[in-house]
């Protein structure tokens, strides 16, 4: 792993989930997708499995996906600051081809609709990277159908590797993380990691806004904003954001 003086040792699950993808990676496994809770150092994780394979030799380019510029910019200046130097951070589509490391966001790589043929992504060969890493893999990207999609079917030559990252798996008939990646070579749950002291526990509280739950009613003769009369009826869940907008909710 890589360790100094001022950083932080892996925890133990940390150090099963790193040892686990960078051992499949290295096997050959193309696909590969780690499930851990929100707050648990995904992120981090992230660093040492790339930080190892590029030391090893096994890899040697890496494209980093996120669809938020924040998820970019504190991955790159927080856990892969060790890295920074072989890094950047893809800006209005350019891409640099003497950097070992590229962060990107989805929406600038795929393009507009009118750059179809020539999306950013295309700068690079399909097996430049050999190594792409998707952060929050059940959005965008799990979807079969999405745009973003285009870019991992784009960049998957026989010796590149797909590595998803996750809080939240999905399956079901919208998008499937599993029909993509295979079953998580590992996990890490949000129970576990309250069990084991490094998530606070949590008490849900359910908060009903009244017009919620009890609906709306007119009273006589009330019109709407452009001075409409609004029909005489009670008005539920179904009708608010379609039939009537409420401008004022109160707790």
């Given at each position: 792993?890589?360790?100094?003086?001022?950083?932080?040792?892996?925890?133990?699950?940390?150090?099963?989930?790193?040892?686990?993808?960078?051992?499949?990676?290295?096997?050959?496994?193309?696909?590969?997708?780690?499930?851990m809770?929100?707050?648990?150092?995904?992120?981090?994780?992230?660093?040492?499995?790339?930080?190892?394979?590029?030391?090893?030799?096994?890899?040697?380019?890496?494209?980093?996906?996120?669809?938020?510029?924040?998820?970019?910019?504190?991955?790159?200046?927080?856990?892969?600051?060790p890295?920074?130097?072989?890094?950047?951070?893809?800006?209005?589509?350019?891409?640099?081809?003497?950097?070992?490391?590229?962060?990107?966001?989805?929406?600038?790589?795929?393009?507009?609709?009118?750059d179809?043929?020539?999306?950013?992504?295309r700068q690079?060969?399909?097996?430049?990277?050999?190594?792409?890493?998707?952060?929050?893999?059940?959005?965008?990207?799990?979807?079969?159908?999405?745009q973003?999609?285009?870019?991992?079917?784009?960049?998957?030559?026989?010796?590149?590797?797909?590595?998803?990252?996750?809080?939240?798996p999905?399956?079901?008939?919208?998008?499937?993380?599993?029909?993509?990646?295979?079953?998580?070579?590992?996990?890490?749950?949000?129970?576990?990691g309250?069990?084991?002291?490094?998530?606070?526990?949590?008490?849900?509280?359910?908060?009903?806004?009244?017009?919620?739950?009890?609906?709306?009613?007119?009273?006589?003769?009330?019109?709407?904003?452009?001075?409409?009369?609004i029909?005489d009826?009670?008005?539920?869940?179904?009708?608010?954001?379609?039939?009537?907008?409420?401008?004022?909710?109160?707790?």
């Amino acid at each position: 792993y890589y360790t100094t003086r001022e950083s932080k040792q892996p925890r133990y699950y940390q150090r099963i989930a790193i040892n686990r993808t960078v051992d499949a990676i290295a096997k050959g496994q193309r696909r590969v997708m780690l499930v851990m809770a929100t707050g648990t150092g995904k992120t981090y994780t992230a660093f040492q499995i790339v930080y190892r394979l590029l030391q090893a030799g096994i890899k040697k380019r890496v494209l980093y996906l996120a669809d938020r510029n924040i998820l970019v910019d504190q991955a790159m200046t927080d856990d892969f600051s060790p890295l920074l130097s072989k890094a950047t951070k893809v800006q209005n589509g350019k891409m640099d081809s003497s950097y070992q490391i590229h962060f990107a966001l989805y929406q600038q790589l795929a393009g507009r609709e009118e750059d179809a043929g020539h999306e950013p992504y295309r700068q690079f060969s399909p097996d430049f990277f050999d190594l792409v890493v998707i952060d929050e893999a059940h959005r965008g990207s799990a979807k079969q159908d999405s745009q973003w999609r285009k870019i991992l079917d784009y960049f998957d030559g026989p010796n590149v590797t797909h590595f998803g990252m996750t809080a939240t798996p999905k399956n079901d008939k919208s998008a499937s993380n599993i029909d993509y990646f295979g079953e998580p070579i590992y996990t890490y749950s949000l129970k576990q990691g309250i069990d084991d002291g490094f998530l606070a526990p949590y008490r849900v509280i359910r908060v009903n806004l009244d017009v919620d739950v009890n609906g709306f009613r007119p009273t006589k003769g009330e019109t709407d904003a452009n001075g409409q009369l609004i029909e005489d009826r009670k008005y539920t869940s179904k009708d608010f954001d379609r039939k009537m907008v409420i401008t004022n909710r109160t707790e």
